[in-house]
């Protein structure tokens, strides 16, 4: 980016939670929940059709604690 426009990107940290107290201020709390929540991705169709299981399915559940 820098090369493109020959100007340094200002990046900030903004915490969740003040960006959900913001966005509350704004009427625009879901979408900051939304923005800051994980991105999941429902693989049930291609695990269906083709009989495939993720490699991490294992080490994920254990993360979260299920047997």
């Known amino acids: 980016m820098k090369k493109a426009f020959d100007k340094n990107p200002y990046l900030l ?3 969740v939670g ?5 966005a509350n ?3 625009k709390k879901l ?3 939304y ?4 991105l999941q991705v ?5 695990r269906n059709l083709l009989g ?3 490699v991490l399915s294992l080490w994920v559940e254990r993360l979260r604690g299920s047997k």
Do not use: T
């Open 52 to 54: 495939w299981q993720p």
């Open 42 to 46: 429902d693989n049930s169709k291609i």
């Open 13 to 15: 940290l903004i915490p």
């Open 35 to 38: 923005l800051s929540s994980l």
């Open 25 to 27: 201020l704004l009427s």
């Open 18 to 22: 003040f960006m959900i107290f913001i």
């Open 31 to 33: 979408n900051a929940i």
